[in-house]
């Protein structure tokens, strides 16, 4: 790893998201939050990470206390710091009426009431804790509606605060379906006032959203690949936003997430029974012997002769989900073997836990989230599946290239950026790529597959090009520093 560069004068970021590895996951945004502040530290810049200290974060120290008012509440709030072997800063907000829940948003689907006040203040609370320092930061970076009102705060009650007014921001959209919709009287219960009640603020059909509301008040706006960035401006998957985001198309930007080579690396990975390379394969085979025995399926000649499919994922239907339900019957047809890892949707859930009862040789279920699991799925499947609705980035798929595993993706979002289609003459394909969100072009698209995997030298052909491809985060981190300057300069240069 090369040294990290100079820390050059007022290069710091502050950056705010409610999920962050190794402290808390339900998605992506956890992988990039683990892994962008480290890439961006070998850039040169100051990093300082803040998210809530959810139930069972042990990490950091207690490095101050502070009182924080929200609306008629007031909140302890304890500072636990904790400085990464690189440099990062990690700000660790303990709230426990608000952060020591069972769940990070949601209970059995249900959403906790008070999820406005709880997410205002990881933004009120990382502005107050830079504040505090008395040093100016040069960009505050927010991630998804859960730290959307850090832009808010900076344009209103922050707007001249001494140290915060000013601040250029940069808004990184994961997910445009999640859009932190709220009745509008949450407004002054967050301080905020009435007037952002106004279709060019944060009013989004009657109520309030906090996605909205960082749109329009970031200096910049980014999302995480260029064809979603693209996409979110149409009707199909603007979400109701596409206007919005037409006209902020000037300073919108897609930047395609990196993955942590570090902790997916099929030549290094604690999870794996053999490491294994491009040159050297047959530590997919033991994976695969590994990865049918969690799944009570016996390896033997039959099941490790077929193709194992296999699939990590939210059970939503922005996955795919229903493409994948209209197919039930044929799966089990298939010449391939299913190992399934995911929680979601009680309906999809029971629905792959009947398939597996059905055809136990055939598809393996387990409810439920276990990283180590998915580490040993990546690199036990020959084929990975992936038949989104939409996908802002998706990190799977890219997981898979690197452990030899061949994507089968729809052509959206990220994974149209990441995933080049077999053809008999393309050198450069990677995986299996569908256009249409139906049921027969995903079942095509799995028997294209599983065609192909009975051709052993095209089949090796498109694992070694995948395997080749590099989607490390220094690329992208790189943009996202043009970014930042980007704003600082429009904001008014360095302050
Ligand atoms: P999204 O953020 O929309 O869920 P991504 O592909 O960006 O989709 O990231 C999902 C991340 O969460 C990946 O790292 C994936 O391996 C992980 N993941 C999803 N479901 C599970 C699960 N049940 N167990 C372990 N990891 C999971
Ligand atoms: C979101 C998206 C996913 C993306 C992730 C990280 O959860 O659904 O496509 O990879 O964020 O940016």
């Known amino acids: 790893m090369p040294a ?5 004068p007022n290069r710091s970021v502050l950056m705010i998201a409610s999920e962050a590895l190794p402290y808390s996951k339900t998605g992506g945004l956890a992988d990039v939050l683990g892994a962008l502040p480290s890439a961006l530290v070998r850039l040169g810049w100051q990093v300082t990470l803040v998210t809530p200290r959810y139930r069972g974060v042990a990490a950091g120290r207690l490095s101050e206390r502070f ?16 400085a990464w072997p690189d440099g990062v800063r990690v700000v660790l907000l303990d709230v426990p ?32 804790w830079a504040g505090r320092r008395g040093q ?13 009102l850090a832009p808010v705060y900076l344009r209103t009650s922050l707007a001249s605060h001494p140290i915060l007014g000013g601040t250029p921001t940069v808004f990184t959209i994961h997910n445009l379906a999640y859009q932190g919709l709220f009745e509008p009287d949450w407004l002054p219960r967050l301080d905020l006032p009435w007037d952002l009640f106004s279709v060019e603020r944060m009013e ?14 970031s200096t910049i706006i980014t999302t995480v690949s260029r064809t979603y960035a693209r996409e979110i401006q149409t009707r199909e998957f603007g979400c109701g936003f596409e206007g919005i985001l037409q006209r902020r198309a000037g300073d919108l930007v897609g930047i395609l997430n990196g993955i942590d080579v570090t902790s997916w690396d099929p030549a290094n990975d604690p999870h794996l029974p053999q490491p294994f390379d491009a040159n050297d394969l047959a530590g997919k085979r033991a994976a695969k012997v590994a990865v049918l025995s ?38 089990p047809e298939l010449d391939a073997s299913f190992v399934i890892l995911g929680t979601g949707d009680a309906g999809y859930e029971s629905m792959w836990s009947r398939l597996a009862q059905q055809y136990p040789r055939r598809v393996g279920v387990k409810v439920g989230f276990d990283e180590g699991l998915a580490h040993l799925i990546e690199a036990g499947a020959d084929a990975f599946m992936m038949p989104s609705r939409f996908e802002p980035c998706g990190l799977n798929q890219m997981y898979s290239l690197r452990y030899g595993t061949v994507p089968i993706v729809r052509a959206v979002g990220g994974l149209a950026d990441t995933v080049t289609d077999w053809t008999p003459r393309r050198r450069s394909a990677t995986g299996i790529v569908f256009e249409e969100y139906a049921p027969e072009a995903l079942l095509e698209a799995l028997k294209r597959a599983i065609a192909l995997y009975r051709q052993p030298a095209k089949w090796r052909a498109l694992q070694k090009a995948g395997m080749k491809l590099d989607y490390s985060w220094d690329r992208s981190a790189r943009e996202y520093v043009k970014m930042y300057d980007r704003a600082i300069k429009q904001a008014g240069g360095m302050r």
């Open 204 to 217: 989004f059909w009657g109520r309030i959203s906090f996605l909205k509301g960082a749109i329009n008040d």
């Open 67 to 82: 009182t924080l008012a929200i609306g008629a509440h007031a909140f302890d709030v304890g500072v636990y710091e904790e």
């Open 97 to 128: 009426e608000l952060f020591d829940r069972e769940a990070l948003y949601t209970i059995g689907n249900v959403d906790y009431p008070d999820n406005p006040r709880r997410f205002a203040l990881l933004s009120r609370a990382a502005l107050e």
């Open 4 to 8: 990290p560069a100079r820390v050059r």
């Open 136 to 148: 100016r930061i040069a960009v505050v970076h927010a991630h998804d509606w859960q730290a959307g």
């Open 294 to 331: 969690r799944y009570g399926i016996e390896a033997d000649d039959e099941t490790l002769g077929r193709p194992l499919i296999g699939m990590i994922s939210r059970m939503v239907d922005q996955k795919g989900l229903d493409l994948i339900a209209a197919n039930a019957a044929h799966l």
